[in-house]
């Protein structure tokens, strides 16, 4: 097969994500359930904006500290916001160190290897520290290039962060392939003119097919 640009998700893809864990300890500070559990509801638009880096970490942990009891809101300043930070930072897992080295297999063949995540300030910097330990190096030294959503101000499904990813690149659209978790976002690549390849969530990769 021709050398092609792979662009891979990270969370849930690379990255085991378990988004339960962090709304669960909202919900178990008091939060309103009715605020978490709905597609497109409030938390859900301010993550969006918060991937976007339209609002800052400080602006999004104060968001979830207002729509807290006041009982919790109550705590000094620097101890609320410390907890809301590992509470938010609870979803996320580990990366799988197979997946790691096939994504290293991939890159010896010649293919380029970029990575494309709805991601944000705040998980961040627990990412890269969670990827160094794994592997040794940081994320930067490890993927051709790094695009994310917080730092392009652009967030999947829109088609303009791919748009922007195949600018930056040099590339033609039928020249890449996309791995993603949710079919809306390999529907949005699709659309593109980019292969999509929808992977189940923290599964397991058959690294034999993954390019067939």
Known sequence: MKNKTLIFDLGGVLLDIFIERSFGALMALGMDA???????????????????????????????AQN???????????????????????MLGSFSREKIEYIRTLRERGHRVVMLSNTNEGHWETIERIFRYTVGVPLSEFFDELYLSFRMNLRKPE????????RSEGVEAAD?????DS??????????????????????????SILE
């Open 183 to 208: 079919q809306e976002n390999c529907d949005a690549a699709l659309a593109l003119g980019i292969e999509a390849v929808v992977m189940q969530r923290n599964e397991a990769w058959n690294t034999i």
């Open 159 to 166: 088609p303009e962060i791919f748009e922007a990813l195949l």
């Open 176 to 180: 890449c392939i996309f791995f993603d």
């Open 34 to 64: 009715a605020i978490l559990s709905e597609k497109r509801c409030l938390m859900d638009d301010m993550i969006q904006r918060y991937d976007r880096g339209d609002v800052s970490t400080t602006e999004f942990y104060s968001y979830i």
């Open 68 to 90: 807290l009891p006041q009982s919790v809101q109550a705590l000094p300043q620097e101890e609320l916001l410390e907890r809301i930070h590992d509470i938010w930072n609870m």
